[in-house]
């Protein structure tokens, strides 16, 4: 089955400061790549996502970045701010029987320092 | 007006005994899914249904059933609950067409089992 390693598990900035998050999978069947924010407490939510036949994807100050050929998707973030502070998930998914099953990694806990 | 929803938010029960967790989506989606999230906040996917099909987590004890009605409900079933089950339970589904991969949350369900 898929296997996704996330890394670092916990990473710590200052305000304005950039982060990355960066994530492998095993199976090169994978063709979505999500990640998802989720904030103490709340539900995991969505924040951007890249399929396999894209290298790079974009929303305003978050970005992520996928080299199919070495299995690995990395997430930006920029000019953090204190609202960022959450857990952040990476996902490879993989369809079966019409459905899409992710395989999630183990989280990073971001943490912007005002 | 949630588009996912879960009930109960908290379930407190003893050792040995059944209980039941219900999700409802009123987004028309074909799919649904159920997630755990143990204390170190790993999320693991348990089970993806759809109309056509059930797949499950091989490494889900059978102690775990998933029923749905219709397609707007899927709840989970445990039987003879154990410590380790003591998790958050979170509901999921996703959409049909282009962007099925997305999953919508619930807000989840705080098991602890004494």
């Known amino acids: 089955g898929e296997n996704v390693e996330q890394h670092p598990s916990t990473l710590s900035v200052q305000e304005g400061d950039s982060a990355v998050i960066k994530c492998t999978y095993s199976?090169?069947?994978?063709?979505?790549f999500p990640w998802y924010k989720q904030e103490l407490g709340k539900r995991p939510q969505l924040i951007i996502d890249i399929r396999s036949n894209v290298g790079e994807k974009k929303d305003q100050r978050i970005a992520v970045t996928l080299n199919k050929t070495a299995k690995h998707f990395s997430l930006h973030i920029t000019e953090t701010q204190p609202e960022d502070s959450a857990v952040y998930f990476c996902a490879a998914s993989i369809e079966a029987g019409g459905s899409y099953i992710p395989t999630f990694g183990r989280g990073t806990s971001l943490i912007v320092h005002p | 007006d949630t588009a996912v929803s879960q009930t109960p938010k908290y379930l407190v029960t003893q050792m040995g005994n059944d209980k039941s967790i219900k999700c409802e989506q009123n987004l028309g989606h074909d799919t649904m899914y159920w997630y755990k999230q143990d204390s170190k906040k790993f999320l693991k996917i348990m089970f993806s249904?759809?109309?056509?099909?059930?797949?499950i987590n091989e490494t889900v004890p059978n102690r775990f059933s998933p029923k749905s009605p219709d397609k707007a409900h899927l709840n989970l079933h445990i039987n003879s609950l154990e410590l380790g089950d003591s998790a958050v339970y979170f509901c999921?589904?996703?959409?049909?067409?282009?962007?099925?991969?997305?999953?919508?949350f619930g807000p989840g369900t705080r098991l602890l089992v004494l």
């Open positions: 199976d090169s069947a994978s063709n979505y």
């Open positions: 249904y759809n109309n056509k099909e059930l797949i």
């Open positions: 999921a589904s996703s959409e049909p067409g282009p962007s099925q991969e997305t999953q919508y």
